[in-house]
């Protein structure tokens, strides 16, 4: 049988959704020292039973400044 979903797991599931689609995922807080720090990797976090279990991230190899150098 089915488990039905009630209302207010709907509307919780509908708000995670729309976070992922519109990128809130991460707090202002780190959103604020990524966007200071001129962050251009990945960030990684792999979620399971609502835990996080995995976290990571990957730099980027090339900097803002050293793709304005080489011009058109």
Known sequence: ???RTGP???RTFAE?????????LL?????SLLRNLRFTGR???????GC???????????SRRQEDRRGP
């Open 27 to 31: 707090s202002s807080a780190t959103e």
């Open 52 to 62: 996080i279990i995995k976290s990571g991230y990957e730099e980027g190899y090339f």
């Open 16 to 24: 995670l959704r729309r976070k992922i689609r519109s990128g809130q």
């Open 43 to 49: 960030l990684c976090v792999v979620v399971q039973n």
């Open 8 to 10: 207010t797991e709907e």
């Open 1 to 3: 049988m089915y488990e």
